[in-house]
């Protein structure tokens, strides 16, 4: 059974740094295009980053420069590193494995990221 | 960056009845379209990808279609789980988008 549990969410000022979590079981990261996807309270979804299995990275223009995705295939597991956090950035943050061209069909259940001061 | 536009905002259906959901891309994105439903407090759902396929596990009473800059998803007979927020997303290019969403009440 896939399954995806997210973790390192928190309370953050702004400028502060942040990284996410996603742990994977029943396949493997490496073999799988992953991504991140964030929902603003009351909000709607946001695309936020994407890992391809070719290793390709992806980023929405809104964390372009501040955000890293990236993997650690021996702990089957894919990160967001989070920088210079802006009071927009405040989010349920989702992981989610690809099924066919960059369509979710797998998700955990999120990490609440809040930044304020 | 592409912009998908969900119509209309909120849907009233009655149990039993019919639903469709419209998206509407600001240029042609071939049937490169999801759709996903979200109910409060769980991550989405994929229902339709490529436009036209059913995910794993959905029932036939969800269908989507439409390619180029148009796209209807249609739940047919209605049920009681079937009152969520809907979302269309474009697949395949980057940015990958999402539509504002279209929620479908009693």
């Known amino acids: 059974e896939v399954q995806l549990l997210e973790s390192g969410g928190g309370l953050v000022q702004p400028g502060g740094s942040l990284r996410l979590s996603c742990t994977a079981s029943g396949f493997t990261v490496s073999g799988n295009a992953m991504g991140w996807v964030r929902q603003a309270p009351g909000k709607g979804l946001d695309w936020v980053s994407g890992l391809g299995s070719d290793g390709h990275t992806h980023y929405a223009d809104s964390v372009n420069g501040r955000f890293t995705i990236s993997r650690d295939n021996s702990k089957n597991t894919v990160y967001l590193q989070m920088n210079d956090l802006r009071l927009e950035d405040t989010a349920m943050y989702f992981c989610?494995?690809?099924?066919?061209?960059?369509?979710?069909?797998?998700w955990g259940q999120g990490t609440l990221v809040t930044v304020s001061s | 960056e592409i912009v998908l536009t969900q119509s209309p905002g909120t849907l009233s259906v009655s149990p039993g009845g019919g639903a469709t959901l419209s998206c509407r891309a600001s240029?042609?994105?071939?049937?490169?379209l999801a759709w996903y439903q979200q109910k409060p407090g769980q991550p989405p759902r994929l229902l339709i990808y490529s436009a036209s396929t059913r995910a794993t596990g959905i029932p036939p009473r969800f269908s989507g279609s439409g390619s180029g800059t148009e796209f209807t998803l249609t739940i047919s007979s209605l049920q009681s789980e079937d009152f969520a927020v809907y979302y269309c997303?474009?697949?395949?290019?980057?940015?990958?988008?999402f539509g504002g969403g279209t929620t479908v009440e009693i």
């Open positions: 240029q042609s994105i071939s049937n490169h």
């Open positions: 989610a494995k690809d099924v066919w061209a960059w369509s979710f069909e797998s």
């Open positions: 997303q474009r697949q395949n290019s980057f940015p990958l988008t």
